[in-house]
Nanobody
Framework: VQLQASGGGLVQAGGFRRLSCIAS????????LAWFRQAPGKGREFAAA????????YYSDSVKGRFTISRDNAKNTVYLDINNLRPEDTAVYYC?????????????????WGRGTLVTVSS
């Protein structure tokens, strides 16, 4: 599975950004696809996940209500919509996938990772 994240850039606080993650290769084997983020000087943090079979979505408490994860099957793409951006949302955002069940928030449970896309929020 290859994952390609895009959509990052410079955004003003309060703005909106849509990130995209295109899955290719053996993407039909994906069980869950998630977005993580890593702020400067900090560890990788779980943001959201979507289970392919049921389209169930999961969010960390820190982003719930502002982030929305969704999937376009025809485009093999998972989106992360970020509303009301805050300076603390500044981070590199990564998409990751796994082929089996596991713990959504645990980055070690994911098999494949995209390169990441940088979102910078100016105040």
């Amino acid at each position: 599975v290859q994952l390609q994240a895009s959509g990052g850039g410079l955004v003003q606080a309060g703005g909106f950004r849509r990130l995209s993650c295109i899955a290719s290769g053996r993407s039909f084997n994906i069980y869950t696809l998630a977005w993580f983020r890593q702020a400067p000087g900090k560890g990788r943090e779980f943001a959201a996940a979507i289970r392919y079979g049921t389209s169930a979505t999961y969010y960390s408490d820190s982003v719930k209500g502002r982030f929305t994860i969704s999937r376009d099957n025809a485009k093999n793409t998972v989106y992360l919509d970020i509303n009301n951006l805050r300076p603390e949302d500044t981070a590199v955002y990564y998409c990751a996938s796994r082929q089996t069940g596991g713990t959504n928030w645990c980055w070690g449970s994911y098999d494949y990772w995209g390169r990441g896309t940088l979102v910078t929020v100016s105040s």
